[in-house]
């Protein structure tokens, strides 16, 4: 049944054009474990999710970034977390040390993105998001992408198609402005 959920929010998604290729992972927490999508799968075909303890080794096949789901896990409040690669999200991430939305639904439901630092697949990078997710529901890594944490995989999913949002209309504005 899981497998299911993670192929319809893998291809809503896709759809909205928060990920491309096989960039991007999910997870969802239960109890001591998580199951997570494998490495190197396209989200919208994301097969069997793999599934792994709360500490300890992870299988060869688990997303390259399982150790920024777990250090959200153990960290946080969060049952699920998208990761995804939003064009506008992660150029805004290079521009910005902060997202501060100018929309209205961006304002209304997170006011202040926090853009952290760290290498893909690092404990420095789990550290980082799992700090800035502790007080709040969203997260980008600068010039890699979003993380996304909820009650449930459409929360996350939300929260990532909100960042992309906000930053496309904060980078439209910007250069109106300028231009």
């Keep these: 049944m899981l497998d299911q959920e993670f192929l319809r929010i893998g291809r809503r998604l896709r759809d909205e054009g928060l990920v491309g290729g096989t960039f991007g992972n999910m997870s969802v927490r239960d109890g ?25 080794q992870a299988p060869p096949q688990a997303s390259s970034e399982f150790r920024v789901h777990r250090a959200v896990y153990l960290e ?13 999200a992660v150029a805004a991430s290079i521009l910005y040390s902060e997202i501060v939305p100018i929309d209205s639904e961006g304002q209304l439901l997170c006011p202040m993105i926090p853009v952290v630092e760290g290498a893909p697949g690092t404990s420095e990078l789990a550290r980082a998001v799992a700090d800035a997710l502790r007080l709040r529901n969203l997260a980008i890594v600068r010039g890699h992408g979003t993380f996304a944490g909820g009650a449930n995989l459409d929360e996350a999913c939300l929260y990532t198609s909100l960042a992309e949002h906000a930053c496309r209309v904060l980078l439209l504005v910007d250069a109106h402005r300028r231009g």
């Design 76 to 88: 946080t409040p969060h049952r699920a977390i998208v990761h995804a690669h939003p064009v506008h």
């Design 32 to 56: 001591n474990m998580l199951e997570i999508t494998q490495t190197g799968c396209y989200l919208d075909e994301p097969g069997t999710p793999v599934r792994l303890p709360m500490i300890g």
